[in-house]
Nanobody, 122 residues
Framework: VQLQASGGGLVQAGGSLRLSCAASGGTFSDLTVGWFRQRPGKLREFVATIKWDGGTTYLADSAKGRFNIVRDNAKNVVYLEMNSLKPADTAVYYC????????????????WGKGTLVTVSS
């Protein structure tokens, strides 16, 4: 499975961005997909997951109320919709996946894509 994150860019604080994670080389509807980020000087951290069947999602406390994760199995894409962005959200965002994973399996992702940079200016 190959994953490709895109949609990053420069946005002002309070603005919105939608990141996309496109998958190829596998059965997309079998994949639980997650978003992670690595802020400057920090370790990579969990942001959100969406279950392979699209039925449930799990968001980190930092994402609740501002971010939303959705999937379109017809297009083999998972989106991370980010609103009310803050400078502290500046990071490289990665998507990852696990076949038939639980939304809580974010520590056990099998497949990783290259990241996309999000910069939030104050």
């Amino acid at each position: 499975v190959q994953l490709q994150a895109s949609g990053g860019g420069l946005v002002q604080a309070g603005g919105s961005l939608r990141l996309s994670c496109a998958a190829s080389g596998g059965t997309f509807s079998d994949l639980t997909v997650g978003w992670f980020r690595q802020r400057p000087g920090k370790l990579r951290e969990f942001v959100a997951t969406i279950k392979w069947d699209g039925g449930t999602t799990y968001l980190a406390d930092s994402a609740k109320g501002r971010f939303n994760i959705v999937r379109d199995n017809a297009k083999n894409v998972v989106y991370l919709e980010m609103n009310s962005l803050k400078p502290a959200d500046t990071a490289v965002y990665y998507c990852a996946a696990k076949q038939f994973g639980s939304i809580y399996d974010w520590r056990e992702m099998q497949f990783w894509g290259k990241g996309t940079l999000v910069t939030v200016s104050s």
